[in-house]
């Protein structure tokens, strides 16, 4: 098998100031590609801070390197900050190639004390974040027929956990996202995929132990954000989640199923409910047109 190398290639990687998207920006540009370092440089909870240190540390670390890089203060929860941080790839490379899409804040909570505020910031960071940058990324990809998107979603987006009503809902929605994005980017030679690390970073530092924090380290993910990004990985459209030296795809199934003669009362629902949970048999669509066309198929079969 031959190297993976990303000679000529631009890449953006969001929130790479620190933890698992430094460990991407560097490996990236260890293996030749331009990076656009962004990070707004705030504290973990969006709430206070925004300064350039971060990423600034991380461009002269690739540089030090023997890297070529670029810093990005922008933020990612709106359109203009979106727009900048491509348009710093433009600028300094002329293009964008591959982007990740990793920045992300914490305000956990439990449902019943949420705010609206709460819930306003994590979504405009997490999910409108992961939207913006890569809506202003996506004419360039389009017209160039070539990208590679990573997106970032967690084990509490896939599974849920308890204080993170707010977190888990945009998390979840990436994954969504993503799903059709490799749907309308295939023709195009597009791949759009989706990580759930479990790595130590700031986000993660007061719920690790020690020896797990050094277990979790951020350089494990990085390795299959650099495969998915790779122009021979030509896979979309899934979820893997990655740590510590695991990687495992995630998959969104969907069961045999029962089909009711006529219109089930209740306790008809009750009464196949095991058979309905069971995943013997189990089919995996690929997009909703698949999904419809297997519900049609097992009414026919009934």
């Not at 982007?99 to 449902?111: M, T, W």
């Not at 409108?128 to 990324?137: F, I």
């Not at 993170?164 to 993503?178: H, P, R």
């Not at 494990?220 to 030509?234: D, F, I």
Request: proline share 3%; glycine share 12%.
């Amino acid at each position: 098998m031959s190297n993976i190398n990303f000679e000529g290639r631009v890449a953006v990687v969001t929130g790479a100031g620190a933890g698992v998207g430094r460990a991407h920006a560097l490996l990236l540009a260890s293996r030749g590609a331009k990076v656009v370092v962004n990070d707004l440089g705030g504290d973990r909870a969006g709430r206070e801070g925004g300064s350039g240190r971060a990423a600034d540390a991380v461009v002269e670390e690739i540089r030090k390197a023997g890297g070529v890089a670029a810093a990005s203060y922008d933020s990612v929860a709106d359109g203009d900050g979106a727009a900048a941080i491509v348009g710093r790839a433009l600028e300094h490379f002329g293009k964008i190639d591959i982007l990740v899409n990793n920045a992300g804040i914490l305000r956990d909570v439990s449902f019943a004390k949420l705010t609206p505020q709460d819930w306003e910031a994590v979504r405009q960071v997490h999910l409108d974040g992961t939207l913006n940058v890569t809506r202003a990324a996506w004419p360039h990809l389009r017209e160039a027929q070539y990208g590679r998107v990573i997106n970032t979603t967690s084990a509490s987006g896939l599974y849920g956990n308890f204080g993170q009503a707010n977190y888990s809902a945009a998390k979840l929605g990436i994954v969504g996202l993503t799903r059709t994005l490799a749907v309308e980017g295939a023709s195009k030679n597009i791949t759009v995929n989706v990580i759930a690390p479990a790595a130590a970073s700031r986000l993660t530092e007061d719920i690790l132990t020690p020896e797990l924090m050094d277990q979790l380290r951020p350089e494990y993910v990085a390795p299959v954000v650099a495969y998915l990004a790779s122009e021979g990985c030509t896979d979309t459209g899934l979820i893997f989640a990655v740590g510590g030296g695991y990687v495992s795809r995630v998959a969104i199934v969907e069961a045999e199923g029962v089909v009711f003669d006529g219109v089930p009362t209740p306790e008809d629902v009750a009464s196949r409910f095991k058979e309905i949970c069971s995943l013997d048999g189990y089919a995996e669509p690929a997009n909703g047109q698949e999904s419809v066309a297997l519900l049609v198929s097992k009414l026919n079969r009934g």
